[in-house]
């Protein structure tokens, strides 16, 4: 059974770096053919995908936020971490993790997700 | 990175049938056919519903089909249930580097 969660602080302040880690179990990110990502939702908004690291680290990031965002993974924990930094009100949102296979080009396991607000 | 383009809002009777469109380019869901649909019920993580423009995953009632012609695929709700009232999103691969693609969302209203 596969199931992710993701966890992070609830507020940060504008220009904070915000460190969400999705922490996960039924799959390893050490073996080959899966993959990590990240996707958001500001409320009342649409999804919009952030990142996916997959087990052979190979990384992929939304376009305009690349420059913002690293994603990373701690296979010994099971464990990917993404990272935003100078953050801004707009980037609050629900953030969710959620599991693909490779070659495979949908999310078929998501997190409950978690919301972070950016407020002063 | 434009966000695909569907309607705000469908809406239809028990029973009734209701298509939501997804309107891309030819970037993205016109280049590839991997169209997914996800299923969000409020306060809820999305369910994907149609991966690989037609596939249902293992579990989703053969309600939900989908489609695609050129650069618009479609998602088509047979047999409208009280439990089919939720938010739906199109998601579409489009390439190494943007990767991946979301709709704008549409609404489904059971009446």
């Known amino acids: 059974q596969i199931t992710l969660k993701e966890s992070g602080p609830t507020l940060v302040k504008p220009t904070q770096t915000l460190t969400l880690t999705c922490t996960f179990s039924?799959?390893?990110?050490?073996?080959?053919?899966?993959?990590v990502g990240w996707i958001r939702q500001p409320p009342g908004k649409a999804l919009e995908w952030l990142a996916l690291?997959?087990?052979?680290?190979?990384?992929r990031y939304r376009p305009s936020l690349k420059s913002r965002l690293t994603i990373t993974k701690d296979t010994s924990k099971n464990q990917v971490v993404l990272t935003m930094t100078n953050m801004d009100p707009v980037d609050t949102a629900t953030y969710y993790c959620?599991?693909?296979?490779?070659?495979?080009?949908?999310?078929?396991?998501w997190g409950q997700g978690a919301l972070v607000t950016v407020s002063s | 990175q434009s966000a695909l383009t569907q309607p705000r809002s469908v809406s239809g009777s028990p029973g009734q049938s209701v298509t939501i469109s997804c309107t891309g380019t030819?970037?993205?869901?016109?280049?590839?056919?991997?169209v997914s649909w996800y299923q969000q019920h409020p306060g809820k993580a999305p369910k994907v519903m149609i991966y690989?423009?037609?596939k249902r995953p293992s579990g989703v009632p053969d309600r939900f089909s989908g489609s695609k012609s050129g650069n618009t695929a479609s998602l088509t709700i047979s047999g409208l249930q009280a439990e089919d009232e939720a938010d739906y999103y199109c998601?579409?691969?489009?390439?190494?580097?943007?990767?991946?693609?979301f709709g704008t969302g549409t609404e489904v209203t059971v009446l």
């Open positions: 959620a599991h693909r296979r490779d070659f495979n080009y949908y999310f078929g396991y």
């Open positions: 039924g799959f390893s990110l050490s073996s080959g053919g899966v993959g």
């Open positions: 690291i997959y087990w052979n680290d190979d990384k």
């Open positions: 030819s970037s993205d869901v016109g280049n590839y056919n991997y």
């Open positions: 690989d423009v037609s």
């Open positions: 998601c579409s691969y489009a390439g190494g580097y943007t990767f991946d693609v």
